[in-house]
Antibody, heavy 115, light 109 residues
Framework: QVQLRESGPGLVKPSETLSLSCTVS????????WTWIRQPPGQGLEWIGY???????NYNPSLKSRLTLSLVTSKNQFSLKLNSVTAADTAVYFC?????????WGQGTLVTVSS | QSALTQPPSASGSPGQSVTISCTGT?????????VSWYQQHPNKAPKLMIY???KRPSGVPDRFSGSKSGNTASLTVSGLQAEDEADYYC?????????FGGGTKLTVL
């Protein structure tokens, strides 16, 4: 049974870096594409980007200058780092398996950007 | 790139059929076979209902169906049930990127 679980700080200060990890169980990070998606409170879904099993990445153009996705193969995890955050980055962040459609999702983690 | 266009709301009575549209351009919906639909209940992760325009994952009732005509994709829910009340989102490949629709709140009257 494939399971994904997001982890990381729930509160980040403006201008700092938001860091999240997604731990995958029941599957190998060395297969498939892995995606991050976010949802601001009360709003719709926004694609953040994906990383392939080879480490190739594709980012949302609106976030590209601040975003880094990476694989942590030894821990069967993939991670997200978003620099210079503002209140507009406050959202529930989901990780998911796949590049263009997502059958398996994490439960989501709320990250609030506030001083 | 703009988000895909969905109606903000849709509704139907139990047993009826409802269709939700998702309109894009020839650069995304019109030119892609990778259109998906997601159901999201409050405070839950989205659930994949349709992928590659018309395909249903195992376990999704055949009351849910997808189609596409030109730059508009559609999700049809037949035989509406109370548990179908949720937000629905479409997504599409757009070149190298992924676009989402703004979401449609489906109400079962």
């Amino acid at each position: 049974q494939v399971q994904l679980r997001e982890s990381g700080p729930g509160l980040v200060k403006p201008s700092e870096t938001l860091s999240l990890s997604c731990t995958v169980s029941g599957d190998s990070i060395s297969s498939y594409y892995w995606t991050w998606i976010r949802q601001p409170p009360g709003q719709g879904l926004e694609w953040i980007g994906y990383i392939s099993y080879t480490g190739n990445t594709n980012y949302n153009p609106s976030l590209k200058s601040r975003l880094t996705l990476s694989l942590v193969t030894s821990k069967n995890q993939f991670s997200l780092k978003l620099n210079s955050v503002t209140a507009a980055d406050t959202a529930v962040y989901f990780c998911a398996r796949g590049g263009s459609s997502w059958l398996y999702w994490g439960q989501g983690t709320l990250v609030t950007v506030s001083s | 790139q703009s988000a895909l266009t969905q109606p903000p709301s849709a509704s139907g009575s139990p047993g009826q059929s409802v269709t939700i549209s998702c309109t894009g351009t020839s650069s995304d919906v019109g030119g892609s076979n990778f259109v998906s639909w997601y159901q999201q209940h409050p405070n839950k992760a989205p659930k994949l209902m349709i992928y590659e325009v018309t395909k249903r994952p195992s376990g999704v009732p055949d009351r849910f169906s997808g189609s596409k005509s030109g730059n508009t994709a559609s999700l049809t829910v037949s035989g509406l049930q109370a548990e179908d009340e949720a937000d629905y989102y479409c997504s599409s490949f757009a070149g190298n990127d992924i676009l989402f629709g703004g979401g449609t709140k489906l109400t079962v009257l």
